[in-house]
């Protein structure tokens, strides 16, 4: 379930917590399923008899109860001082979130989650000496040097990070890439037709990168626990199976979910342009992504993320109207120095013995 959950970038995500609501029932209907209706009979008979006079527990009973009242008084306000607290300013944006996930836990998290996926792709990742997994290599590099030179970046979130490129070559794959903490970098091969060129694939690692740095897996994390809370209260409220989780997603998970995406669009969108790639390449990006969910839609295949991403054509929207400041950024930046301080980065980062890539080699039409 945890891995579901970082695995965010071009697909969608699953829900790290079940709802508990689900959970009790799966274990209550276990329970009971060797029960005659007879017995359930008896049971229940017994039970009102017993407890006939007994007042009702609901979260509605519970507002018109004078201790209920307080104890909910006591709990929302230390929540409220638990938030107010936890909030923190994200890189770039400026966005005010909430995040309670400790750094060490979600790098531990990512740590888990890599060698999870590691267990399920290791037969079809490339070798690091492939042209491909090089390719990547370089682009990605030019987006970390250009997130150090960002002044608004906390270089804390980068230091230490020890980062490696996987390329996972299986076309039966959805288009999908994503950035895992701790610096696991993973493009599977069937996203690299959609890139196109090295300014698409820019656009796409910009954005797994951005999530990262944003910490959009500790703030995923630390929001579960209150959406699980919220679903439980409308449940006790509305008394309709099921009818809570679809509004805790239509009204929260869901419309947080295309923030951080949103977000994660504008962070890379600065970052590619800081690292001189050509920023109207992210509109030409989102645009053949259109063009690739309406023919999967069509095929009966629609794309997982449509429900939890912004629609490529709002995307594209966003990145007309960002595209005045992409440009300013990058020319502000030094896009015509030489590439010693480059590869300086890049040997830190992917190590010395990883060779240059001085042209696009690929196996991959289009790309």
């Known amino acids: 379930m945890i891995s579901s959950l970082l695995k965010r970038p071009i697909l969608s995500t699953r829900p790290l917590f079940r709802n508990p609501t ?16 007879p017995t359930i009979r008896q049971y229940s008979n017994y039970q009102y008899q017993r407890f006939k006079n007994q007042r009702d527990n609901s979260f509605t009973q519970l507002l018109f109860d004078p201790v209920g009242r307080k104890y909910l008084a006591v709990i929302f306000g230390g929540g409220t001082l638990f938030y107010l607290t936890h909030r923190e300013e994200a890189p770039v944006s400026s966005r005010k979130r ?6 060490w836990l979600e790098l531990k998290i990512g740590n888990h989650t ?44 980068l230091d230490g990070i020890q980062w490696r490129i996987h390329v996972v070559n299986d076309p039966t794959q959805p288009p999908n890439a994503f950035v895992l903490p701790g610096g696991k970098v993973f493009v599977f091969s069937s996203i690299l ?73 504008y962070i890379g969108l600065m970052i590619m342009a800081r690292a001189c790639f050509n920023p109207s390449e992210a509109i030409n990006l989102w645009k053949r992504m259109s063009d690739f969910e309406r023919k999967s839609n069509m095929n009966g295949a629609p794309l997982e993320f449509l429900s939890t991403h912004p629609a490529s054509e709002r995307r594209i929207q966003n990145m007309e109207k ?8 990058r020319e502000q930046a030094d896009c015509s120095a030489t590439t010693s301080y480059y590869k300086d980065i890049q040997n830190s980062i992917f190590g010395s013995s990883l060779p240059q890539v001085q042209s696009p080699l690929s196996p991959f039409p289009g790309f």
């Open 193 to 265: 037709g959609i890139c196109k060129n090295e300014d698409g694939l820019a656009t796409v690692l910009s954005h797994e990168f951005s999530h990262q740095l944003a910490r959009h897996t500790s703030e995923n994390l630390s929001k579960a626990p209150l959406y699980a809370m919220v679903s439980i209260l409308l449940y006790s409220v509305l008394g309709v199976n099921g009818l809570d989780n679809l509004l805790t997603d239509g009204l929260l998970r869901m419309p947080a979910s295309r923030q951080m995406e949103t977000e994660a669009d």
């Open 322 to 329: 960002w595209m005045t400041q992409a440009y300013d950024v």
């Open 114 to 157: 890599y060698k999870s996926i590691l267990r399920e792709t290791g037969n079809s990742i490339l070798p690091e000496n492939h042209p491909l997994t090089k390719k990547v290599e370089s682009v990605f590099g030019k987006i970390v040097e250009a997130a150090y030179k960002d002044p608004a970046i906390d270089k804390s979130l």
């Open 22 to 37: 689900s959970t009790f029932a799966v274990r209550a209907s276990t329970r009971y399923a060797n029960l005659t209706p």
């Open 98 to 103: 909430f995040i309670w996930i400790p750094r």
